[in-house]
């Protein structure tokens, strides 16, 4: 029997490549997942009777209500909500920033996440019971330069998740931040200034900035969101987890 068996679990930024691989891990654990990402495509690969896929924009607000109603009106309970989707930023020194590229920024990865907590609280409060992942960044802890818009988006996340952690605790409802180190997707090269092409070389450059010395696989992630997820997590609240490989150190 998996450890997540009977939950019910919504995913953002589930097509990507931390995304998919943390929805193939709850399914595997027995759970029922909600997937909702603007781009679905690689999710239809998943075969498996406990996925509802559901193309959303994160930035629409209207969206994301009628999202969370549908989940709770079919299931009657939402145990968990993990917040992965994200954008990057391309390194680049903040005189040359304009403030549409901060905005959306900030939006996707920092206001998406009060959009959708702020729903599934009204859910999990009734129930005293939930758990919300977010994802944040290494780069919090250790910034890199260029990266200003992107790290402030990513410091919110931390910030916000504590707070809530604390303003959520009488209802049961956990919130934990994991921070991930530089990690083996497609996002990894759009945080390079550089063009296509030097991504090899900056994965390399990533790599050895671990001291662990390898990038951090979707694997990782999954592995601390799915235990964040479970019963044997029950007492964990208001924690910044980094799965980074000592980066942060
Ligand atoms: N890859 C890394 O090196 C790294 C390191 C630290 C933190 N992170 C964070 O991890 C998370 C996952 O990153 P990833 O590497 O899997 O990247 P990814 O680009 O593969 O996945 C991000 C997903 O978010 C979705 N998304 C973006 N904007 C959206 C919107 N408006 N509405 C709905 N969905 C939207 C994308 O479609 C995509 O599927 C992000 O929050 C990212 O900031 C990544």
New binding site residues.
Partial sequence: MGQLEAKVIAV????????KKVVENLLAEGATVVA????TE?LSSIENENIRVKA????DENSIQQTFKEIFNEYNKLDGLVN?????QSAKPITEVELSEWHKIMD??AT?IFLTSREAVRYMKEAKNGSIIN?????VTRPRPGLQS?VAS?GAVEAFSKALALEAAPFNIRVNVV??????????G??SSQQAGEVELNKDI?AESVPLGRL?N?AD?SATVTHLLTDGAQIITGAVIHVDGGRSI
């Fill in positions: 953002t930024g589930a097509g990507g490549g931390m995304g909702l990402d603007i781009n690689s959303i924009n994160l930035l992965i989707a994200g954008i990057a996707i990865n998406a994802i944040g960044s290494v780069s992107y990513k921070h991930p180190g530089p990690a083996d997707t497609q996002m990894l759009q945080f990533f951090i979707p992630i």
